[in-house]
């Protein structure tokens, strides 16, 4: 089955230890997004790319990066993590043909910084 | 004020009710709404989206939609336990690729 897969599902780290969050996809879709869901919180969307082209939310702070390195793949990076970054993190795709109404998403990766 | 405007709950309600959820938006360039289900500890799955005021129906689910008040519900019939999670309304400005989600209505079905 065609589907988002986010790995690990879970992740622990210590404060200000980098971390890789990953994403891939096997929808062929040309949108990917990421959104940091904190409990009993929508999700807040950090930034996606549409094909190569990133696109960063205004709010969303220095220390996350992202890579997409090809169709399949989207990357999650956080370089120092701190003790407010504990979250659930969602990946998610849409296809630019059907507009961005229709996003899928993966699983999710929860993350503890201890 | 925030964009839109979900009440979190909880809700719940026994098995077999007409399950009502909403939401309210100040936006009126959303033009499509979604409805994203989500159990615990899960990624939201997308139950349904719409385009057009009006009823929108699948199975035990119907998604309304009012853009003349900016209002959108969820009715779910003959609701069952398999339903009870956090439901999620979300919508979007056609040509937009930022979705904007409510905050999540919190529902259990009890057996």
């Known amino acids: 089955d065609a589907m988002v897969i986010q790995n690990p599902r879970y992740q622990v780290t210590q404060f200000g230890k980098p971390v890789t969050l990953s994403c891939s996809q096997t929808?062929?879709?040309?949108?990917m997004y990421w959104y940091q869901q904190k409990s009993s919180q929508a999700p807040k969307l950090l930034f996606h790319y549409y094909d190569k082209d990133f696109n960063n939310e205004a709010d969303t702070p220095d220390n996350f990066q992202s890579r997409r390195p090809n169709t399949s793949f989207c990357f999650l990076d956080i370089r120092s993590p701190g003790l407010g970054d504990a979250a659930m993190y969602l990946c998610?795709?849409?296809?630019?043909?059907?507009?961005?109404?229709?996003?899928?998403f993966g699983p999710g990766t929860r993350l503890l910084v201890l | 004020q925030k964009e839109v405007e979900q009440d979190p709950g909880p809700l719940s309600v026994p098995e077999g009710a007409i399950v009502s959820l909403n939401c309210t938006y100040s936006n009126s360039a959303f033009q499509y709404f979604m409805w994203y289900r989500q159990y615990s500890r899960k990624g939201p799955e997308l139950l349904m989206y719409?385009?057009?005021?009006g009823n929108k129906e699948d199975g035990r689910f119907t998604a309304q939609v009012d853009k003349s008040s900016k209002y959108i519900s969820l009715f779910i019939r003959d609701s069952q336990p398999s339903d009870s999670a956090t439901y999620l309304c979300?919508?979007?400005?056609?040509?937009?690729?930022?979705?904007?989600f409510g905050q999540g209505t919190r529902l259990t079905i009890n057996p």
């Open positions: 719409t385009y057009s005021s």
């Open positions: 979300a919508m979007i400005i056609q040509g937009a690729q930022k979705l904007v």
């Open positions: 998610a795709t849409s296809r630019e043909d059907r507009g961005s109404e229709t996003q899928y």
């Open positions: 929808l062929n879709h040309n949108v």
